[in-house]
């Protein structure tokens, strides 16, 4: 079983709308079950989950003391994979998580402000000694500062090969709790968010492999 | 016997199949009655526990700091380069446009607003709010003061 966290000091960047876009195609790609957990106190991905009418992902209603006990339980239960959404700014809280993080998902967007901001986060990875992957979010199609973003960002660490780009199916879909793959599957983002998630997979693999 | 491919979503449903796990075990709220983790558990549990920690927060290195340089825009440094000296030649001031004009209007007005600053008089904030025709009209007096015309 993995452990996926979603972590940015920057609201706004993504955290919560690919915590469960990848929850949804994990299980899709039938490599779940998948159980959520929101850390974030605003409980976007919470009020996401009481919407949706599908039960699963399965949504675990944690408290941070008892989050070790209940990855644990999740991995002895048959889980495939946990993720856990963060809220920005709080950085004691985002540690906490990322300490349990098999691999950490740092969405950004491709903006001066979400590039200042990711530095922060970085600190918090780094001194965790967890593997992290930057993700490029709400891209705008053929703008120069997205690849300019991806460069800066890969100074620090990799970048997913898969960008999501903005699109108003992300908050549509959110809309009765689905994600874009559920609303559209044969959509861009929906093609977007499946390319990520392979590609997220396979990094859990290989830090599963690295840590064995 | 019935045999039964249980799909991700029959999970809760009951579904018999040995690799689903028992949903009964773990802490899975009724929809509409999921919630994220609670602010004050969070607050105290994140604070840092000792004086040493608070600190050591306190101290932190400043973040990793990553910056976009454009592809072909000029470096800052390029950017920042005072402009050289000019000759002579150089400074004789070339015809303007009307836009030009206004600009140069405008900036002369402003130093001299500097000036009586520095002067005393007026003080900050009295900048008197006057046309165009009559700040190139104290800036042509001027240009003539100078050159004692």
Redesign the interface.
Known sequence: MHVLVLASQKGGAGKTTLSRHIAVEAERAGEGPVVLIDADPQGGLASWWNRRQAETPVFFASRLEDLPKHIEQARAGGFNLVIIDTPPQATNLISAVVSLADLVLIPTRPSPDDLDAVGRTIDIVESANKPMIFVINGATKNARITSQAAIALSQSGTVAKATLHHSVSFPTSGIDGRTVGELDPTSNSAKEVADLWKYVSARLRKSAKVAA | MEIRICA??E???GCSMS?????S?????R?????????D??AV????KTVEEAERAET??P?????????RAPGPAASKRPPAQKTAAERVPEPASSGQTVATTVKLDENRYLRLAEAGKPGPGHLKRRTIQEMVIEALDEWFERRGL
């Open positions: 991700a979503a999970v809760r449903k690799k689903a796990p028992d949903l075990a773990f802490p899975i709220p929809k509409g009655g999921a919630r994220p983790i609670d602010v558990e969070v549990s994140a604070a840092p932190a290195d973040p990793h700091m990553l910056t976009v340089v454009p592809a």
